[in-house]
């Protein structure tokens, strides 16, 4: 889902069009994996613990998971002023963030905005290749950019394109 809008500007204030997340294409086998995998999960469960309990919660689980797998990203409207990201309707202080750091998506470029607070989780803002020069600039004008590794959530979510 490619948008077909540049990122404007007007009196510092850059909008663009994006994805809200990259689009990962799953196969059936896949989902076959992700129920193969549920089930074997199950098995052991059952054999330490021997509850019913535990086989429902990763059934569901594994449900969940298949369900979030096949959800389709939304095109996201994104406003980035002097002092605010826009999000949608949801706004953001630039103040409530301490730097950004970029990461390459494939089809689409991550800024993650990095939380002062401790107990906020980050932000991840997408950008298409084509205007992601435009935007990183603009962002870099507002925030400080400290590229930091993917943490392990995030290398095991790409590997498994989730």
Do not use: C
């Not at 992700?34 to 449900?63: E, P, R, T």
């Amino acid at each position: 889902m490619q948008p077909n809008t540049k990122p404007t500007s007007n009196n510092g204030v850059f909008s663009w069009q994006a994805p809200e997340f990259p689009e990962h294409r799953h196969s059936a086998g896949w989902y076959g994996l992700l129920g193969l995998f549920s089930i074997i999960l199950a098995g052991l469960v059952y054999l330490i613990s021997k509850d019913i309990f535990g086989i429902v919660i990763i059934g569901l689980l594994g449900a969940i998971v298949g369900i979030a797998a096949s959800h389709k990203p939304r095109l996201a409207s994104y406003e980035l002023s002097d002092s605010s990201l826009k999000i949608g309707a949801k706004a953001y202080p630039l103040s409530i963030f301490k730097s950004f750091s970029v990461a390459d998506e494939g089809e689409l470029v991550s800024a993650t905005l990095i939380p002062l607070k401790r107990f906020m989780p980050p932000l991840a803002v997408y950008i298409t290749p084509a205007e992601s020069d435009a935007v990183l600039d603009a962002l870099a004008a507002r925030l400080p950019h400290d590229d930091k590794p993917p943490d392990a959530v995030d290398r095991l979510a790409r590997r498994l394109r989730f």
